[in-house]
């Protein structure tokens, strides 16, 4: 998959394509239904297939009082892309100049100019340009005008309930890992890299890899999770605190993993954990022996989990 990220270098390409549009964020199972149908759609018409995304997620710029809105690091956005057999992909940072583009010009200059568009796909509530206003109604009045089939996909569900963005972000807002997972198609993963905390984790038995995270990868609802951490290609076992330390007065939200059977230092590192399930809320302790004998525990369930769900 050749990566692109600006529109110009790919209208040099000069090819036959089919472009699908979206902000994928979260890349679940409804945008990877649209992807899938659209690269199929695009080997029946031998045309090359482009994925149109953003770096950022536009409503961090129409809408900045939200926080933490990201369900997906841009990486594995790129990575869940090129598994679906894309050839394109490109990939912008959606600014102030795209905000302001009137949808019919942002389909004029931005897509056919330069290429040979022979397919559009889009969700059934894509929305772009500026104030929102274009959608596939207008994408179909274009269709005429520039010669282009329009794919429109129709919400996907899962046990009754639509796949989307806002839902999976729900989820994770309140614990529901699992629900989260069942629309996200996968466990719900965090990436980063390990950096020091306060040095207390190995003298508790229980070391814990800190994450940097960026504010708009924190919309996890704090506790104990059970999860699996991937390191250097190899899956471990793991358990996940996410919070405040309450026992020791944090402040700052913090991610953080012990790893089971592992012992190696990592600062510096990259490191990708999924949480599979949600075992309690974070608490406040009286003395460290009672947080040791409450981690004693978790990792028990923990273990127990793996036995009945997960074993690696
Ligand atoms: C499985 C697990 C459960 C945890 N639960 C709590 C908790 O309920 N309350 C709390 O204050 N800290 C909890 N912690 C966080 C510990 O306080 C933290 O790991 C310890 O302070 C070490 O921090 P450090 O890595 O910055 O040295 C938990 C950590 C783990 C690994
Ligand atoms: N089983 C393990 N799980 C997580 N980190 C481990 C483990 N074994 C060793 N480490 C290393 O120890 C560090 C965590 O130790 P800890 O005392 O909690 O320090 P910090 O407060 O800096 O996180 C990790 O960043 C990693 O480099």
Redesign the pocket.
């Known amino acids: 998959m050749l990566i692109f990220d600006s529109i110009h270098e790919i209208t040099e390409l000069h090819r036959e394509v089919g472009i699908v549009l979206g902000t994928f964020d979260g890349l679940h199972i409804g945008h990877k239904t649209l992807i899938e149908t659209h690269v199929a759609a695009c080997k029946r018409l031998g045309v090359k297939s482009v994925v149109f995304t953003y770096s950022n997620h536009p409503r961090e710029l129409t809408n900045p009082e939200l926080k933490s809105l990201r369900l997906i690091a841009v990486e594995e956005k790129i990575l869940r892309i090129e598994e679906l057999g894309v050839d394109y992909l490109v990939l912008i940072e959606f600014d102030e100049t795209l905000m302001s583009t009137e949808a019919e010009r942002f389909v004029g200059k931005y897509l056919i100019d330069g290429m040979d568009v022979r397919l559009i796909s889009v969700g059934f509530d894509f929305k772009f340009g500026r104030r929102a206003a274009g959608n596939p109604a207008l994408l179909q009045k274009l269709s005429k005008q520039y010669g282009y089939e329009l794919l429109v996909l129709e919400p996907v569900e899962i046990e009754g309930e639509k796949v989307s963005s806002s839902a999976i972000r729900k989820h994770l807002r309140h614990g529901e890992i699992k629900e989260a997972q069942r629309l996200l198609g996968r466990p719900y993963a965090v990436s980063g890299i390990?950096k020091?905390?306060?040095?207390?984790?190995?003298q508790l038995g229980y070391?814990?890899?800190?994450f940097m995270i960026s504010s708009q990868m924190t919309l996890i609802k704090p506790g104990v999770y059970v999860s699996e951490t991937e390191y250097q290609g190899v899956r471990y076992h793991s358990l996940t605190n996410v919070g405040y330390n309450p026992t020791f007065n944090q402040h700052e939200l913090s991610i953080?993993?012990?790893?089971l059977d592992?012992?190696?230092?990592?600062?510096g590192e990259m490191l990708t954990v999924f949480l599979v399930d949600r075992l309690r809320d974070e608490a406040h302790f009286n003395s460290v022996q009672e947080l040791v004998e409450v981690i004693d525990a978790d990792v028990a369930k923990a273990k127990r989990f793996y036995f009945d769900h997960r074993p690696l």
Request: hydrophobic share 25%; charged share 25%; net charge positive.
């Open positions: 390990i020091k905390g306060k040095q207390l984790g190995r070391p814990t890899a800190n953080e993993t012990y790893i592992f012992n190696k230092e990592i600062y």
